[in-house]
């Protein structure tokens, strides 16, 4: 794992949110390998390489809240978002009182983790290197593409890089021993031998997460313990 970085990301907030779980939303008890891949992605991502998420820490204890969110179930055409553009005016409100909801959701609240990831480069003649060290740089100064998020765009996270050498933080005593989380979302699989540029994707992938002593080990998306 020559080219492995670490980032520690914490919230007032986040919401992993369940798959089965159709209309409510209710989050996993721990952050998941997809979401965690999509805060590195935040940070420093490019087309010609994927970010492969190792082991995943977490720091603080497993709690939960309740609250109520005001959503909309449709979204506005695009034919009338382009009808706008075009003529430089239109209607682009959702105003329909039917159209929106207010849903329930069970969410953690306090949270903090440490991520361990490496990446994979898919072509071309790119230097890991290089790769590496513009997301150290990135990562070390607060820069990122686009604000990271735990779940849900509106839980914001702060991160800190965390050097070499660098010792990971304890976790809370609540997390000591052996923990099986049930069924985990690992990712979304795609197909391989295609062009990475245009990758079709196949279908999420799920795991058996168990967190010992705060850690949880993320099996490769390929392997036997991943399954559809």
């Given at each position: ?62 709690r939960f809240t309740s609250i ?132 079709r994707p196949i279908g999420p ?24």
């Amino acid at each position: 794992m020559s080219f492995g970085v670490r980032l520690k990301v914490w919230s007032e907030f986040a919401c992993f949110s369940r798959p089965e779980m159709k209309v409510e939303r209710v989050s996993y008890d721990v952050i998941t390998p997809s979401a965690a891949r999509g805060v590195i992605e935040a940070i420093y991502w490019k087309p010609q390489m994927r970010w492969v998420i190792d082991r995943l820490h977490v720091l603080r204890p497993i709690r939960f809240t309740s609250i109520r969110r005001n959503e909309v179930g449709t979204k506005i055409p695009a034919t009338t978002a382009a009808r706008a553009m075009k003529s430089g005016k239109g209607d682009l409100g959702l105003y329909i009182e039917a159209e929106r909801q207010q849903r329930a959701g069970l969410i953690l609240r306090d949270v903090a983790y440490v991520i361990e990831a490496h990446f994979d480069l898919l072509g071309g003649d790119d230097n890991e290197a290089k790769h590496l060290d513009q997301f150290n740089r990135r990562a070390r100064d607060g820069q990122c593409f686009r604000r990271p998020y735990l779940g849900l765009r509106e839980h914001a996270a702060d991160f800190e890089l965390m050097e070499p050498g660098q010792l990971l933080p304890s976790p809370d005593e609540s997390l000591l021993g052996e923990r099986a989380l049930g069924w985990m979302l690992h990712d979304i699989e795609y197909a391989k031998g295609e062009n990475y540029r245009m990758r079709r994707p196949i279908g999420p992938r799920f795991f058996h997460a168990t967190m010992r002593d705060g850690v949880i080990h993320v099996p490769p998306i390929g392997s036997a313990e991943v399954r559809a």
